[in-house]
T-cell receptor, first 118, second 116 residues
Framework: GENVEQHPSTLSVQEGDSAVIKCTYS??????FPWYKQELGKRPQLIIDIRSNVGEKKDQRIAVTLNKTAKHFSLHITETQPEDSAVYFC?????????????????FGQGTILTVHP | NAGVTQTPKFQVLKTGQSMTLQCAQD?????MSWYRQDPGMGLRLIHYSVGAGITDQGEVPNGYNVSRSTTEDFPLRLLSAAPSQTSVYFC???????????????FGPGTRLTVL
């Protein structure tokens, strides 16, 4: 099955700096890579996603890049703000299984605790 | 729309007790799943379902049962609770998709379970 590794486990930056979180995946058939943000005590929420036929996607201060050859993808947050402090999870959707039922299965990374200091 | 709802929010069990965590969604999503979240281990898939009457195991299914009799509901049963099942449990749902589409998973608020 799919395996997703996420680094770093913790990241501390000053307000205004950039933050980068990296993930690698194992299944070359994986085709969808979402990023979720989870604030303390809350549920994970999607912040950006990318499909395997796209190399980069940007939404205001956040961007995601994908390198299919190397099987890694990264989240970039620019001009960080204290409200960006949260746990961030990457995920990968593996290729279809024989029964065609795996399209919804996501494998998550271990999470990165991002702290933005004012 | 209420989205994805879960009950209870908190639960304390003794070892060996059984209970059912409830999950419901009102978005007519075909795909539903259960995850457990433990410190430093991310979200791990327990069981999932691609539609009523169809369920399958995820990464950590042992000790848990599921059923999907309707599109809206996907309960998770712990038959004999163990301390190792102390965790935060999230239910999620999404549309069933093809490889060419994205499928945002919508999460419920979570259930914090402690097994003594």
């Amino acid at each position: 099955g799919e395996n997703v590794e996420q680094h770093p486990s913790t990241l501390s930056v000053q307000e205004g700096d950039s933050a980068v979180i990296k993930c690698t995946y194992s299944d070359s058939a994986s085709n969808y890579f979402p990023w979720y943000k989870q604030e303390l005590g809350k549920r994970p929420q999607l912040i950006i996603d990318i499909r395997s036929n796209v190399g980069e996607k940007k939404d205001q201060r956040i961007a995601v890049t994908l390198n299919k050859t190397a099987k890694h993808f990264s989240l970039h947050i620019t001009e960080t703000q204290p409200e960006d402090s949260a746990v961030y999870f990457c995920a990968a959707r593996g290729g279809p299984d024989a029964g065609g039922t795996s399209y919804g299965k996501l494998t998550f990374g271990q999470g990165t605790i991002l702290t933005v200091h004012p | 729309n209420a989205g994805v709802t879960q009950t209870p929010k908190f639960q304390v069990l003794k070892t060996g007790q059984s209970m059912t965590l409830q999950c419901a969604q009102d978005m007519n999503h075909e795909y539903m799943s259960w995850y457990r979240q433990d410190p430093g281990m991310g979200l791990r898939l327990i069981h999932y379902s691609v539609g009523a009457g169809i369920t399958d195991q995820g990464e950590v299914p042992n000790g848990y049962n599921v059923s999907r009799s309707t599109t809206e509901d996907f309960p998770l049963r712990l038959l004999s609770a163990a301390p190792s099942q102390t965790s935060v449990y999230f239910c999620a749902s999404s549309r069933r998709t093809a490889p060419t589409t994205n499928n945002e998973q919508f999460f419920g608020p979570g259930t914090r379970l402690t097994v003594l």
